[in-house]
């Protein structure tokens, strides 16, 4: 999928683990790991907005475009 996620470099870099951040947006970890691994089809505005605050970042911190070969 050209969409990667990057939430596990933004978890790294704030030292935070899976669980607590599940708990500090308000998802389960299960669904926060279909996110983190790609897995997921579609991510609503206000999780990302939750990430987005949780992890004191920006999208763009979260989210990036990775071109299919040709």
């Known amino acids: 999928m050209p969409i ?3 939430i596990d470099v ?3 870099r704030r030292r935070m683990s899976v ?3 599940a708990e500090r947006i308000g998802i389960t970890p299960a669904n926060l790991a ?3 691994n790609g897995r997921a089809k ?3 505005f206000s999780t ?3 990430l987005c605050e949780a992890l004191d ?3 763009a911190d979260l ?3 990775e071109p299919a070969d040709s």
């Open 48 to 50: 990302l907005e939750a």
């Open 19 to 21: 669980g607590e951040l």
């Open 63 to 65: 989210l990036r475009h």
């Open 34 to 36: 279909v996110l983190k």
């Open 4 to 6: 990667v996620v990057d």
């Open 57 to 59: 970042c920006q999208p």
């Open 10 to 12: 933004m978890l790294a």
């Open 42 to 44: 579609a991510v609503r």
